[in-house]
């Protein structure tokens, strides 16, 4: 048997004797280690690993920015002839797309789901090399101003929709009214770029000359979409900032000349550069890191706990060293056997490790999908692994090293000399005080930072919106964009909708208008001759909106019914709003011009704020129905409406209507507080677990230091001191530790505000002081009940035992 | 006759398991009073240690009555038991049992500091310089125990047994982890205290130790096996 099999089974046979150790170490170091890999393997696919296209350094996303006149970027969006000009007219990507996402109801299949379409040309599919399962994919037939009404399927939508049916060439699809015949389904492992953003995938790609825009829009130089995108390979011996001056200048004189309206007086175009990575990735680098970080310091704890472990484990076999020494071991074959004894543990938790991490990608992608990119592409690699095993080594040499560091080879002998009670092996003072400095400086900056961010959420998350969401539903149709349904047939049939579900008994009221957590049109807009302009959040809405809502009115009228239905000239706006119109006096009368027509301001209401919104913008009302028809249903208490129940009743008054959507404003704003719930439950639990392996950690620390003070605590009761003082002692050796470790956990804290003050002036303030003093609390009285729970076996039962060592 | 300083009667110390009663003393009878040299020897696991350990209070009898000082200790809870033992009881172990992290003079000065009714720093210091002179350490009151011999580490256990003024002194086997010379040393410092007044209670093995002592006390599978002897201490004679 050679000598490293040796030296394992003797390992192995070693630990089987002491389960609880191998056990506690295992699924500690397991848990731990394996939301490393499962992050680190994270953070190497958002910042590391080439996205899965051909020659993808060199793809680009072209953005319009929208400058105002200080050179502050109003949105990055384009306008329709705009795009269109650029794409046919740029020489810089050798290959290039048009890409528009849009959403619609897919009324070929019974169920009528709704699904992510997206407008793209052929170039779409050959920029990302994309591969089909069944047919093919756009081709010179579905260019630009072909109009040739095929689709393309994702194969997930294949799956879920068609059951995989592989007949499915054969078959068409009806979109907004037009039948779409299926050319092709996605391979399987086509990943596609989430440019409208994490989490957002198509279900089916129709050609761009589909897209839902209306003639007018098409057209129009002063209406931007943030949904269409243009795409392509560069192929320039340019840098990118050269290419953006060369571009821009034709690109922003090209508008100029065409818009017409002196609203856009002080805007300019500008041409940016976006590689692909950073348009799918955004920001979310940083929130990885964030994790990483986490996710470090509960590595670092539950390390300092397993040297600990460690520690008094090479304790409890000092004479079995001792008896190895005075058989003839060296230091070195001392630390060989400690060393497989380590790597052997950390082998079968690094095992452990990958499971769970193979179980946290589940995770990761089931509750992160949509608020991480890439996650999809997660996975146990060769990159995963080879880190697993790079950890696997330095942790078992570190523990080796620990452990052989502990032993006094020289007073090994001793140890068989006086039968076993000899002080062959301790852990040092100095290394118990560093391991609960350790600990109490990780685990304070961890809970703090988690309890600050747990704060955060649970302030917006309870934060009043300043309307009523209970008991509203609401109803999003779409209209066949083939129909050639005129505005007022259109709105007379809508009228009759909102009539029909007001006369729905389970109905209360109905209101036709935007929805009050949906997003706003942001229209150009100021205080009638002047050149003041500013982008408001307009809606339109009607005259039950506020009422049903419950949004309060604090000057002026709500709309009346007439003013509704004539679309008189009349606008409401916010106190945000009417402040910045006119910060003195009333606002009532007031003119104000918009697209340009003249409206009268009738009302000030009171300001409502977003779950996302740190403060009230600016917001309008106008009295119309937007081309999006869009109703909020106040149902009666215990009542529901079903959406078969809405889409007969929609489908009874025209068949070019579809139900889109129809959910409760509730689940609305449950979705929009998406990041603080999963910010909060993430915090939550990431601070609960730091707080409990440091518990177990300082407890593990301090239940060794006092089993190796019995003797002295045995004999300072039995020299007349009272329990009392046995506790104040022990509390007190720790308490020095214990401050030095809140020292650094605020010199950590304090570094990273001066060093990141930009990014964290939304969250650090004065009134994380008194967080900071609970954080402090909290782990102070975790310490002091592990300084007390292993004491109290000592203080609680005569000296004798103590002295005894019974 | 001198004043009752301890007496016990019929006290017993049984260890129980689920199986089976161990008796590790059974229904002791003594008298201690005040300036007495009491020794209690007899083979290993005769009770020896366990009679000690009940006479400090370190533990406690499971029958039998045990006053000191006309006071009955024999059901005091741990706190009250701590307070007797900080203010009546000096403690002198085998292995000295001193603190190493502390210095000689912070070691002597512990029952003190463990005291309900605090003393000035000026009278600790007083009171352990005292003792420290009684056993010859007063130049050894900065160094930490580890840089003391095994004698002088006796020396200083037995300054901090004697520091609170206690009303006995109850030595362990002082001697069993020192060399013969060394022993006789610390023997003749216990003379020396109980010549001054001092009452001591010790247990030894070691018969020309035991026969030191005015009263011998010999145990036997936890029973006293003889009427104690009383006679003159030989060293006391001699000198």
């Known amino acids: 048997m050679s000598y490293g099999v040796y030296l394992l089974k003797q390992a192995w046979a070693g630990l089987n004797g002491k389960k609880g150790f191998l056990l506690t170490v295992v699924a500690t170091l397991g848990v731990a280690l394996g939301a490393l890999l499962c992050i680190i393997t994270l953070a190497y696919v958002v910042t590391f690993k080439p996205l899965p296209y051909p020659d993808q350094e060199n793809l680009y996303q072209l953005n319009s920015v929208i400058v105002d006149k200080n050179k502050g970027v109003i949105a990055r969006a384009y306008s329709y002839p705009s795009l269109i000009q650029i794409f046919e007219n740029q020489n810089v990507f050798s290959q290039s797309a048009l890409v528009r996402y849009e959403d619609g109801v897919l009324s070929s299949q019974p169920t009528q789901p709704s699904v992510r379409s997206t407008y793209v040309t052929p170039g779409w599919f050959s920029l990302l090399n994309s591969k089909v399962t069944i047919g093919r994919t756009f081709e010179g037939t579905e260019e630009k101003d072909s109009y040739n009404p095929v689709a393309i399927l994702s194969y997930d939508f294949w799956q879920d929709e068609f059951g995989g049916n592989s007949d499915i060439l054969q078959e068409t699809v009806t979109l907004g009214g037009t039948n779409f015949k299926v050319v092709g389904v996605l391979a399987e492992s086509f990943i596609e770029p989430q440019l409208a953003g994490i989490g957002v995938k198509t279900d089916i790609f129709l050609p761009w000359d589909f897209n839902t825009l209306d003639a007018p829009r098409r057209e129009s130089f002063g209406s931007f979409s943030v949904s269409s995108r243009l795409v392509g390979r560069l192929d320039s011996k340019f840098s990118s900032s050269q290419i953006e001056q060369d571009l821009t200048i034709p690109f922003n004189s090209f508008w100029r000349e065409n818009v017409n309206d002196s609203a856009f007086e002080n805007w300019t175009l500008e041409l940016e550069l976006q590689p692909f990575k950073d348009a799918i990735l955004g920001d979310s680098r940083n929130t990885v890191l964030l994790l990483l970080i986490g996710i470090a310091g509960l590595v670092l704890i539950a390390c300092a706990n397993i040297t600990n472990l460690f520690m008094s484990r090479t304790a409890d076999q000092q004479r079995e060293l001792a008896i190895q020494a005075a058989l003839g071991a060296r230091k070195q074959h001392i630390f060989h056997n400690l060393f497989a004894q380590s790597g052997l543990l950390v082998f079968i938790s690094t095992i452990f490790a990958l499971l769970i991490a193979s179980g946290g990608f589940s995770l990761l992608q089931h509750y992160l999908g949509s608020r991480l990119p890439r996650v999809d592409e997660v996975a146990i690699n060769g990159f995963t692994l080879s880190c697993a095993l790079l950890i696997a080594l330095l942790l078992g040499l570190f523990f080796a090293r620990i452990s052989a560091g502990m032993i006094n080879y020289r007073a090994l002998n001793d140890t068989l000399q006086s039968s076993g009670k000899g002080t062959g092996i301790q852990v040092s003072n100095k290394v118990r005080r560093w391991l609960i400095i350790s600990q109490v400086s990780i685990v304070t900056l961890i809970v703090f930072v988690n309890l600050g961010l747990l704060r955060d959420s649970l302030k917006i998350i309870n934060e009043p919106l300043g309307f009523r969401t209970e008991n509203i539903i609401a109803l999003t149709l779409k209209i066949n964009s083939a129909s050639d349904m005129s505005h007022e047939e259109s709105k007379s049939l809508l009228l009759e909708l909102k009539e029909r579900l007001l006369a729905l008994p389970q109905v209360d009221d109905v209101s036709q208008s935007v929805l009050p957590l949906g997003a706003a049109r942001r229209i150009n807009q100021g205080i009638e001759g002047t050149q003041e302009r500013s982008l408001v959040r307009t809606k339109y809405i009607d005259d039950r909106y506020f009422q049903l809502i419950e949004q309060p009115l604090t000057q002026g009228d709500f709309f009346s019914e007439s003013d509704y239905r004539n679309e008189n000239n009349l606008i409401i706006v916010n106190e945000t709003y009417a402040e910045q119109l006119a910060s003195e006096g009333s606002v009532l009368g007031a003119k104000i011009s918009l697209a340009n027509v003249v409206y009268t301001v009738s009302g000030v209401v009171k300001g409502v704020k977003m779950p996302t919104e740190r403060d009230i913008p600016m917001r309008a009302y106008l009295p119309m129905a937007d081309s999006r028809p869009q109703f909020l249903l106040k149902l009666k208490s215990n009542q529901s409406v079903s959406r078969e129940l809405a889409a007969t009743i929609v489908q009874d008054i025209g068949s070019q209507f579809f139900v889109s959507e129809l959910e409760s404003l509730d689940d609305q704003r449950d979705k929009l507080l998406f990041t603080q719930y999963t910010t909060a439950i993430t915090s939550s639990v990431l601070a609960l677990l730091t707080f409990f392996l440091a518990a177990i950690g300082l407890y593990g620390i301090l239940a060794y230091a006092t089993q190796m003070r019995r003797f002295e605590l045995g004999t300072r009761l039995a020299i007349g001191a009272q329990r009392k003082d046995v506790i104040h002692l022990v509390v007190k050796d720790n308490v020095g530790s214990m401050a030095i470790g809140f020292v650094i956990s605020f010199v950590i804290v304090f570094a990273l505000y001066l060093g990141f003050s930009a990014e964290l002036v939304n969250y650090i303030n004065a009134q994380l002081i008194p967080l900071f003093v609970c954080t402090i609390v909290l782990i102070t009285l975790m310490t002091c009940f592990a300084c007390y729970w292993p004491l109290r076996t000592i203080i609680n039962a005569r000296p004798i035992h103590s002295l005894r060592g019974s | ?239």
């Not at chain 2, 009171?127 to 010859?136: A, I, M, S």
């Not at chain 2, 300054?159 to 060399?179: F, H, M, Q, S, Y």
């Open chain 2, 1 to 239: 006759m001198a004043d009752i300083k301890i007496k016990m009667e019929n006290i017993s110390k049984v260890f129980e398991t689920e199986e089976m009663e161990t008796y590790a003393l059974k229904n002791v009878s003594l008298v201690i009073s005040t300036g007495d040299y009491v020794s209690i020897s007899g083979p290993s696991g005769c009770g020896k240690s366990t009679l000690l350990s009940i006479l400090g209070l370190l533990d406690m009898p499971s029958r039998g009555e045990y006053i000191i000082e006309d006071m009955n200790v024999a059901n005091l809870s741990l706190d009250e038991a701590a307070e007797i033992r900080c203010k009546k009881i000096g403690f002198v172990f085998q292995s000295f049992n001193l603190i190493d992290d502390i210095s000689v003079f912070d070691n002597v000065a512990l029952p003190l500091r463990y005291r309900s009714d605090k003393l000035s720093v000026k009278e600790i210091e007083q009171r352990v310089k005292n003792c420290l002179d009684k056993v010859n350490m007063s130049h050894r009151i900065q160094h930490k125990p580890n840089q003391l011999s095994g004698g002088q580490q006796q020396r200083v256990a037995i300054a901090r047994a004697l520091v609170a003024d206690p009303a006995i002194l109850l030595v362990d086997e002082a001697t069993g982890n020192l060399d013969s010379t060394t022993g006789d040393q610390i023997m003749d410092l216990l003379d020396e205290l109980n010549r001054k007044g001092t009452t001591i209670c010790m247990v030894t093995h070691e018969s020309q130790y035991a026969c030191r002592a005015r009263t011998q006390l010999k145990l036997l599978d936890g029973e006293i096996s003889s009427t104690p002897i009383q006679q003159e201490s030989k060293h006391l004679l001699n000198a």
